[in-house]
């Protein structure tokens, strides 16, 4: 069994960094895609990045790419989340998730077979 464990959410102003981790416990196939959602009040659920753990091939929404950076560290079996020029729009609740290579939207929440609990980033303006 999977378990995905995020942390490094936390409060900043506007143009400021965070970087997220999630720690995950238990064997992750390289055939699986690893992502980072969010969630802010009143929305749905929506993919900020995801990678694919074969080829570490990297896959990014518009609102996003330029300024995130998703990676993950094999050897500590943890998915980082590097956020910079954040903006308040950007302010939601963080989850880590993976799933099984499959066809389907990348982003599509319903593919992704394991979720962490969330971590909440506040940006400032």
């Known amino acids: 069994q999977v378990q995905l464990v995020e942390s490094g959410g936390g409060s900043v102003q506007a143009g400021g960094s965070l970087r997220l981790s999630c720690a995950a416990s238990g064997y992750i196939d390289t055939n699986y895609y690893m992502g980072w959602f969010r969630q802010a009040p009143g929305k749905e659920r929506e993919g900020v990045a995801t990678?694919?753990?074969?080829?570490?091939?990297?896959y990014y929404v518009d609102s996003v790419k330029g300024r995130f950076t998703i990676s993950r560290d094999n050897a500590e079996n943890t998915l980082y989340l590097q956020m910079n020029s954040l903006k308040p729009e950007d302010t939601a609740m963080y989850y880590c998730a993976a799933r099984p290579m499959s066809t389907g939207s990348l982003f599509n929440t319903n593919l992704y077979k394991y979720w962490g609990q969330g971590t909440q980033v506040t940006v400032s303006s």
């Open positions: 990678l694919y753990i074969g080829n570490a091939r990297t």
